[in-house]
Nanobody, 125 residues
Framework: VQLQASGGGLVQPGGSLRLSCAAS????????IGWFRQAPGREREGVSC????????YYGDSVKGRFTISRDNTNKMVYLQMNSLKPEDTGVYYC???????????????????WGQGTLVNVSS
């Protein structure tokens, strides 16, 4: 199983970025996939997760109304559109996947089957 995250970068507060995660190497029909972030000195937190079968979607409280997760099941892609970015959104963003789609309900930052390498998002003026 491989996950390739991309789309990070430096953006000013109030700006937007779109992260992409390409998943491959598995044949699960139903799974959960999500985005997580870790800032220096802080624990990894679930940003947004989604499941493929029942469409479970989770957003962390700090990103509700600003971030939107979407998926392309056919191509095993998941996207995170991030708008109105704030300095506190800075961190390394990881995507992860797990065959238990129920993980998307609570989007905990631990216990997922596979993790991608991460992409850095830096929100700064």
């Amino acid at each position: 199983v491989q996950l390739q995250a991309s789309g990070g970068g430096l953006v000013q507060p109030g700006g937007s970025l779109r992260l992409s995660c390409a998943a491959s190497g598995f044949t699960w029909d139903d799974y959960a996939i999500g985005w997580f972030r870790q800032a220096p000195g802080r624990e990894r937190e679930g940003v947004s997760c989604i499941s493929t079968l029942h469409g479970l979607i989770y957003y962390g409280d700090s990103v509700k109304g600003r971030f939107t997760i979407s998926r392309d099941n056919t191509n095993k892609m998941v996207y995170l559109q991030m708008n109105s970015l704030k300095p506190e959104d800075t961190g390394v963003y990881y995507c992860a996947v797990d065959p238990n789609e129920g993980r998307a309900r609570y989007c905990s930052g631990y216990g997922w089957s596979r993790w991608g390498q991460g992409t850095l998002v830096n929100v700064s003026s």
